[in-house]
């Protein structure tokens, strides 16, 4: 294999061997009895332990939308409820999602491939598979699925917790009262927004899990390739965040 | 007490799930749990309305619209949405879609029906009323203007009748005023003729006085405030002036009043006729005196050198 042909033909072979990894992992699902424990683990870590982290960028985002939102409608003509009707949609449709993903890219998706990739270079993963067990699906699964399925609860607790801060925000600053808020979060309301946020969600938390464990599976090396591991890992997730959100609001919206 | 994990991953799910079910609910409008019911109506055209739009009664927001589609029997468009338990949509309630889609704050109102009509059953129709916009308005009321337009024409046709009748009658009053009108127009107009040198000659004495205000006025305008500024002040002496001299006339009054009673000296004066007699007679006695001496003037001369002596 040429330096030239690696270049041209290396995200052709990443791609093949990231898909090829998933497949394996999900062709062993079979065996998910065998590691469920593992699986409630993950969603603990992916989850649960992110909670104060993403609650915390959320109320922050919620309020620096409101107060931005108010600051830039300097008409008279333009009601306050409509500072309710920007802040809750970009809650719902964009920051809930996307600022989650990138604390979770950076808390979830560094530690996934630390993790992996220092199993790797310690041999652990070689021990497994000696032992007789999947090591893809024993440790890769777990990560994927607790992803999946709590990337949505964190998306829903980050609208949430956004969309009280804008308000909290927005009253107790002077900017909108709660109800003017609510008016105009309500007058323009989509039903859709918040499915199209879970949708994101879910894309989002496949794409963190699967890339870090990709990377931290395939990790060479020592030490130094436990750290490019970890920290490609954080960077080629936010990479991937922001592609799939363009590519979903494209496609969806 | 250490949780497991089960626990709380099993907790934060239905937690999320649980606040997404309401948030959303709330956002649409909806009632956090059920006491809505479902109603439905039909629109010619629903300008704009799109599922999620707030359902207002006399302006207040009880429910929201669920679906919006066209109906395939008919080619008018179904909307399903709901209302508000507490809210009383009895049989006779219609509903207009209002607001601005270009702003694209569009709603549905329902009006209510009487209050002793039965209540429309949950799922039941209510029949719709065109878009009360500007136009509609007009157009609702169009009828009406017509009528009194109507109303007003034939008046006008009855008044303009009687007026010609009026003046077909060649012994009426207006024929006879006319003709008098007609006599009256052609006296003025000789006189015009006669008078025309006269006229225009006046006419160009009023323009040369008006120039003459114009150029007072015009540039000098100053002088002219002046001039009024004097003329006020005069006119405040003169009304002092006209105050003493008004003092002045009641005396006078006074003093006449006394002498026309006769009292004081001048009223003597004045209701005695016997001065005039003396004096009359005096003035006699004068007459012949001043004829004597001129006749005899020795017969005086005489003792006035005696009094000369002296």
């Given at each position: 294999m040429t330096r030239n042909r690696s270049i041209i033909l290396a995200p052709a072979v990443a791609l093949g061997s990231y898909s090829l990894l998933l497949f394996h992992a999900f062709s062993s699902l079979g065996e998910f009895g065998s590691y469920r424990k593992n699986v409630v683990r993950q969603m603990v870590r992916v989850g649960v332990d992110s909670l104060p982290i993403v609650a915390l960028a959320a109320a922050f985002s919620g309020a620096v939308t409101t107060v931005q939102t108010a600051y830039q409608l300097v008409s008279p003509f333009i009601p306050k409820s409509i500072i309710g009707a920007i802040v809750v949609p970009s809650m719902i449709l964009e920051l809930g999602a996307v600022v989650t993903g990138f604390i979770l890219a950076g808390r979830v998706g560094a530690r996934i491939a630390a993790e992996l990739g220092t199993m790797r270079v310690t041999e652990q993963i070689d021990a497994l598979e000696a032992m007789g067990l999947n090591s893809i699906g024993y440790l890769i699964v777990p990560r994927v699925i607790a992803g999946v399925v709590m990337f949505p609860v964190l998306y829903i607790a980050a609208s949430f917790i956004g969309i009280a801060?804008?308000?909290?925000?927005?009253?107790?600053?002077?900017?909108?009262?709660?109800?003017?808020?609510?008016?105009?979060?309500?007058?323009?309301?989509?039903?859709?927004?918040?499915?199209?946020?879970?949708?994101?969600?879910?894309?989002?938390?496949?794409?963190?899990?699967?890339?870090?464990?990709?990377?931290?599976?395939?990790?060479?090396?020592?030490?130094?390739?436990?750290?490019?591991?970890?920290?490609?890992?954080?960077?080629?997730?936010?990479?991937?965040?922001?592609?799939?959100?363009?590519?979903?609001?494209?496609?969806?919206? | 007490m250490k949780h497991s994990n089960e626990l709380k991953v099993g907790l934060s799910i239905i937690t999320a799930a649980i606040i997404f079910i309401?948030?959303?609910?709330?956002?649409?409008?909806?009632?956090?749990?059920?006491?809505?019911?479902?109603?439905?109506?039909?629109?010619?055209?629903?300008?704009?309305?799109?599922?999620?739009?707030?359902?207002?009664?006399?302006?207040?927001?009880?429910?929201?619209?669920?679906?919006?589609?066209?109906?395939?029997?008919?080619?008018?468009?179904?909307?399903?949405?709901?209302?508000?338990?507490?809210?009383?949509?009895?049989?006779?309630?219609?509903?207009?879609?209002?607001?601005?889609?270009?702003?694209?704050?569009?709603?549905?109102?329902?009006?209510?029906?009487?209050?002793?009509?039965?209540?429309?059953?949950?799922?039941?129709?209510?029949?719709?009323?065109?878009?009360?916009?500007?136009?509609?308005?007009?157009?609702?009321?169009?009828?009406?203007?017509?009528?009194?337009?109507?109303?007003?024409?034939?008046?006008?046709?009855?008044?303009?009748?009687?007026?010609?009748?009026?003046?077909?009658?060649?012994?009426?009053?207006?024929?006879?005023?006319?003709?008098?009108?007609?006599?009256?127009?052609?006296?003025?107009?000789?006189?015009?003729?006669?008078?025309?040198?006269?006229?225009?000659?006046?006419?160009?004495?009023?323009?040369?006085?008006?120039?003459?205000?114009?150029?007072?006025?015009?540039?000098?305008?100053?002088?002219?405030?002046?001039?009024?500024?004097?003329?006020?002040?005069?006119?405040?002496?003169?009304?002092?002036?006209l105050l003493t001299l008004d003092a002045t006339a009641s005396g006078v009054n006074e003093l006449l009043d006394k002498v026309n009673r006769g009292e004081g000296t001048i009223g003597l004066l004045v209701n005695d006729p016997g001065l005039y007699h003396r004096t009359d007679s005096l003035l006699g006695s004068l007459d012949a005196l001043l004829v004597d001496f001129r006749a005899n003037p020795g017969r005086y001369l005489k003792e006035m050198r005696l009094v000369d002596l002296f």
């Open positions: 801060g804008g308000l909290f925000v927005g009253h107790a600053g002077g900017f909108v009262p709660a109800g003017e808020f609510i008016d105009g979060a309500r007058e323009f309301f989509q039903p859709f927004d918040p499915v199209f946020g879970l949708i994101k969600s879910f894309v989002f938390g496949f794409i963190i899990t699967s890339i870090s464990c990709f990377k931290g599976y395939n990790t060479l090396g020592g030490a130094e390739g436990v750290g490019l591991a970890t920290t490609q890992a954080a960077v080629i997730s936010c990479v991937y965040i922001l592609i799939a959100d363009l590519a979903l609001a494209a496609t969806l919206l | 309401l948030g959303v609910r709330f956002f649409e409008d909806l009632p956090l749990f059920e006491t809505t019911y479902t109603l439905e109506t039909e629109f010619d055209n629903a300008a704009g309305l799109i599922a999620g739009n707030v359902v207002r009664v006399n302006g207040v927001g009880v429910g929201s619209i669920d679906d919006v589609y066209i109906n395939p029997e008919n080619n008018r468009v179904r909307v399903r949405f709901h209302v508000d338990r507490e809210v009383p949509v009895r049989q006779g309630s219609h509903t207009v879609v209002s607001g601005f889609d270009a702003l694209g704050v569009v709603r549905m109102d329902v009006v209510l029906g009487s209050a002793d009509s039965a209540k429309v059953p949950v799922g039941g129709f209510i029949p719709s009323r065109e878009q009360a916009d500007l136009l509609g308005s007009l157009s609702e009321k169009a009828p009406v203007l017509i009528d009194r337009m109507d109303g007003a024409l034939a008046q006008l046709t009855s008044v303009l009748e009687t007026t010609r009748s009026m003046l077909d009658d060649p012994d009426g009053d207006a024929r006879q005023a006319l003709a008098s009108m007609r006599g009256s127009v052609g006296t003025l107009d000789a006189m015009l003729r006669a008078e025309r040198d006269r006229i225009s000659s006046i006419l160009e004495e009023v323009d040369g006085i008006t120039s003459g205000l114009n150029r007072a006025m015009g540039p000098d305008g100053d002088s002219l405030a002046a001039t009024v500024a004097n003329m006020n002040a005069v006119m405040a002496r003169l009304d002092q002036t």
